[in-house]
């Protein structure tokens, strides 16, 4: 796809990953629609795009309230016209052990409440904003693309049942829906970042950082431009359709 003035939707727009695709996919010529839970956040993203002569707006949205959601991609279909992709980034973790025991007795488990949590927001939202987009590109005639934001967890990882859940479900809507949208012009595909420098990895300690690092065959760290450029080639790339691009440095083998 030529990505010059079409519309692109990116939610966690804000800052991180979400802001990186923003600004790889607005250098390329798109107009972007940057959607976040954060009006000052995406405020002060958007003034750091338009500095770089890239058209961005801001759109509030809580991608797991359904009504927030039809209502923010409405909005921007009626600001700056229907968009012709979409890229679903927003996600948040809850970690915790299913259960935590000691001597044959459990002293803690993982809750409902953080097990819906992170469902909701990390592939509810996936759903929800899928198919708004979906239903705004057939219906405007527009071929499209829908990336979806997985992550290395999918596989299974200690300590986030729910996380590890919700990342493996994002990635077989996109099978599902590479196969079902296919004859509406639509692809999608899914990337699924291993380790990246973001606000989330500088929070941790650094000999955590440092293990981590360590463990990755390239010894570092990726950045969030990795994840950018994955997410920018399955949009160029016309025949790339319903698959994933992992993009972790090697880590899972």
Same mark, same amino acid.
């Given at each position: 796809m030529q990505l010059r003035e079409k519309v692109i939707a990116i939610t966690g727009g804000a800052r991180g990953l979400g802001l990186a695709i923003a600004r790889e996919l607005g250098r390329a010529g798109a107009a972007i629609?940057?959607?976040?839970?954060?009006?000052?956040?995406?405020?002060?993203?958007?003034?750091?795009l338009v500095a770089e002569d890239i058209t961005a707006q801001a759109f509030v949205v809580d991608v797991a309230d359904e009504d927030s959601v039809i209502t923010a991609f409405a909005r921007i279909a009626a600001r700056m016209g229907p968009i012709s992709g979409c890229v679903s980034n927003a996600g948040?973790? #809850?970690?915790?052990?299913?259960?935590?025991?000691?001597?044959?007795?459990v002293e803690k488990?993982?809750?409902? #409440?953080?097990?819906?949590?992170?469902?909701?927001?990390?592939?509810?939202?996936?759903?929800?904003?899928?198919? #708004?987009?979906?239903?705004?590109?057939?219906?405007?005639?527009?071929? /499209?693309?829908?990336?979806n934001i997985s992550s290395i967890s999918r596989a299974g990882n200690m300590g986030?049942?729910? !996380?590890?859940?919700?990342? *493996?479900?994002?990635?077989?809507?996109?099978?599902?829906?590479?196969k079902e949208l296919a004859r509406h012009g639509i692809r999608t595909g899914t990337v699924a970042p291993g380790?990246?420098?973001?606000?989330?990895? *500088?929070?941790?300690r650094p000999d955590m950082v440092e293990r981590i690092s360590r463990s990755v065959p390239l010894k570092r760290l990726g950045e969030p431009c990795d994840i950018a450029k994955?997410?920018?080639?399955?949009?160029?790339?016309? !025949?790339?359709?319903?698959?994933?691009? #992992?993009?972790? /440095?090697g880590l899972r083998l």
């Open positions: 629609a940057l959607l976040d839970m954060s009006e000052k956040a995406l405020n002060d993203a958007v003034s750091s948040i973790t #809850e970690d915790a052990l299913l259960v935590k025991a000691s001597d044959g007795k488990r993982m809750s409902l #409440e953080a097990w819906q949590k992170v469902l909701n927001v990390d592939l509810t939202g996936v759903f929800l904003c899928g198919r #708004e987009a979906a239903t705004q590109m057939i219906e405007a005639g527009l071929e /499209g693309v829908i990336v986030q049942s729910n !996380y590890a859940a919700a990342k *493996a479900g994002v990635h077989a809507l996109t099978v599902t829906w590479g380790f990246i420098a973001t606000d989330m990895t *500088a929070a941790m994955s997410v920018a080639f399955i949009f160029d790339n016309d !025949y790339f359709n319903a698959r994933i691009i #992992e993009c972790d /440095g």
